[in-house]
C-alpha cells in the first residue's frame, strides 16, 4: 500500500483528513436530521432506511476521528507500535455495521414487499434528490482524505453507499409519484441492503487480515523470500514473516543466513534496500548470521531455529 497520498508529512495529513471528515460529519448530521422527519411523514422505508444508514455514516466518521486521536499517541508503555492498530478496530466496527443494518433493511423490505405502506413520492423524491447533492459533497470532502487508511476508508465506504442509496431512494419517489407503486420504496431499500452488504463485508474481510497478522495485500511472503534468497552470498532465509501494524504500515522480520566469509552489515543493508526499494516495507528486523558448516550440517529443517515457521527460501541452484 502507499503511503500519504498527498505528499506531505503525517502529521499535517492526519490533520487535513480530520478537516475533511469534520466538514462530511456536518453535513450529514445536519440532513440526517430533515430526512427522519420527512420519512416518518412520507411513511417511506426508504428515507428511514437512508436515514439510518446517514446515523452510521455519523458514527463512522465520529470513531474514525476518534481513532485517528488515539493512533497518533506515541509508543508507550506495552504498547511498543503505539495504538495504531486503533484506526483498524475502527474499520472492523464500521463493516459490522453495514452487515447488521444490511440484516435489518433486508427483513423491512421484504416485509414491505408483502404488505405494502402508503408512500408520499413527491416527498420521497425531493428529499431524494436533496441527499444525492449532500451526499455527492461529503463524498467529495471525505476522498480527498488519505484513503490508505482503512479507518478513512471505513468512512468513506458508509457515506458513498449512502450516495447510491439516494440515488436508488430517487428512483423509488419518481416511481411511486408516477404510478402509484408503493412497493418500488421497499425495492429500494433492498437496494441499500445490498450495497451495505458489499461495503461491509470488503471492511471486516481487509481489517481481519490486519487483525490476524497476514502479509498485506498484494505481498507474497515466498515471492519476498526468493529475491531476498537471490542477493549475493545469501545461503538462505527463513523465519520470514510479513505483516500489517495498521494499513499502510507493513513489517517484516527475517533470519538470513549468508556465506562465511560475507560481509554481515553489507547484506543486512543490501536486503533492507531491495524490501525498502521493491516493496515498500520500511520497518524490518533482520538477524543475519554467517551460515557455519555445523549450521548448515544440521539445515534448517532439522531444526536449528527454535519452533520454525514461514517459507524458507534458498538461492537457485
Not at 480530520?18 to 417511506?44: D, K, N, P, Q
Not at 431524494?128 to 482503512?150: D, E
Not at 471492511?203 to 515471492?223: H, I, K, T, W
Request: negative net charge; glycine residues 10%; proline residues 4%.
Amino acid at each position: 500500500m502507499g503511503g500519504d497520498a498527498h505528499g506531505h508529512g503525517p502529521a499535517l495529513s492526519k490533520e487535513a483528513d480530520g478537516r475533511y471528515l469534520t466538514g462530511a460529519l456536518i453535513l450529514i448530521v445536519a440532513f440526517m436530521v430533515g430526512e427522519v422527519v420527512a420519512g416518518l411523514i412520507a411513511h417511506s422505508l426508504a428515507l428511514i432506511s437512508d436515514a439510518g444508514h446517514m446515523l452510521t455514516d455519523a458514527a463512522a466518521i465520529v470513531v474514525a476521528l476518534i481513532a485517528m486521536r488515539i493512533a497518533a499517541r506515541p509508543p508507550q508503555g506495552g504498547f511498543t507500535y503505539g495504538l495504531r492498530r486503533a484506526e483498524i478496530i475502527s474499520a472492523q466496527l464500521n463493516g459490522i455495521t453495514l452487515l447488521l443494518l444490511t440484516a435489518y433493511f433486508t427483513y423491512e423490505g421484504i416485509r414491505r414487499l408483502v404488505v405494502p405502506a402508503e408512500v408520499q413520492g413527491g416527498l420521497v423524491l425531493v428529499v431524494g434528490v436533496a441527499g444525492i447533492v449532500v451526499n455527492l459533497v461529503a463524498t467529495w470532502l471525505i476522498s480527498r482524505a488519505n484513503r490508505t487508511s482503512l479507518n478513512v476508508e471505513g468512512a468513506f465506504q458508509h457515506v458513498l453507499n449512502d450516495l447510491y442509496a439516494f440515488v436508488a431512494t430517487t428512483i423509488a419517489g419518481l416511481v411511486i409519484l408516477f404510478t402509484g407503486w408503493t412497493r418500488a420504496d421497499a425495492l429500494a431499500a433492498l437496494v441499500v441492503a445490498a450495497l451495505m452488504l458489499k461495503a461491509g463485508w470488503q471492511l471486516v474481510r481487509d481489517s481481519g487480515r490486519v487483525f490476524m497478522e497476514a502479509a498485506p495485500a498484494g505481498m507474497n511472503p515466498s515471492e519476498i523470500g526468493g529475491r531476498m534468497a537471490g542477493l549475493g552470498s545469501v545461503v538462505e532465509v527463513h523465519d520470514l514473516h510479513v505483516w500489517e501494524v495498521t494499513s499502510g504500515y507493513a513489517a517484516l522480520s527475517a533470519h538470513v543466513l549468508v556465506d562465511p566469509a560475507a560481509d554481515c552489515h553489507a547484506v543486512r543493508l543490501a536486503t533492507e534496500r531491495l524490501l525498502r526499494d521493491t516493496y515498500g516495507v520500511e520497518h524490518t528486523t533482520l538477524q543475519v548470521d554467517h551460515a557455519t558448516p555445523e549450521l548448515l550440517d544440521i539445515g534448517y529443517s532439522a531444526g536449528h531455529c527454535h519452533a520454525p515457521q514461514g517459507p524458507a527460501p534458498k538461492p537457485d541452484p
